[in-house]
Nanobody, 128 residues
Framework: QVHLVESGGGLVQAGGSLRLSCAAS????????MGWFRQAPGKEREFVAA????????YYADSVKGRFTISRDNAKNTLYLQMNSLKPEDTAIYYC?????????????????????WGQGTQVTVSS
């Protein structure tokens, strides 16, 4: 079991930056594949980024590639999402998620169904 708590959201102007954090409880964080998803009003939850347990492999949605960076600090049980060059279309609630399956990062990591645990979300609003 792992408990996830996101923080770092807020209101920012277009072109600005934010850094989201996801603090995880428990001693097995380093074994989990981790991901970030987002959900805008009236839309389905969509994949943003994912990272392997070691941090050596990362996946990104095309819409954020080159602007967002996912990273993790296993010693601090924390996942990060650095968001630069933010656009109004990035406005959403951002969720972190943990996949406890030992298979690791794989093609299914793009889908919410691959993840076992979710945080409560943090709001990101980008004004034009």
């Amino acid at each position: 079991q792992v408990h996830l708590v996101e923080s770092g959201g807020g209101l920012v102007q277009a072109g600005g930056s934010l850094r989201l954090s996801c603090a995880a409880s428990g001693r097995t964080f380093s074994r989990y594949t981790m991901g970030w998803f987002r959900q805008a009003p009236g839309k389905e939850r969509e994949f943003v980024a994912a990272i392997s347990w070691s941090g050596g492999t990362r996946y990104y949605a095309d819409s954020v590639k080159g602007r967002f960076t996912i990273s993790r600090d296993n010693a601090k049980n924390t996942l990060y999402l650095q968001m630069n060059s933010l656009k109004p279309e990035d406005t959403a609630i951002y969720y972190c998620a943990a996949d406890q399956n030992p298979r690791g990062l794989y093609s299914g990591s793009y889908f919410a169904s691959a993840y076992d645990y979710w945080g409560q979300g943090t709001q990101v609003t980008v004004s034009s």
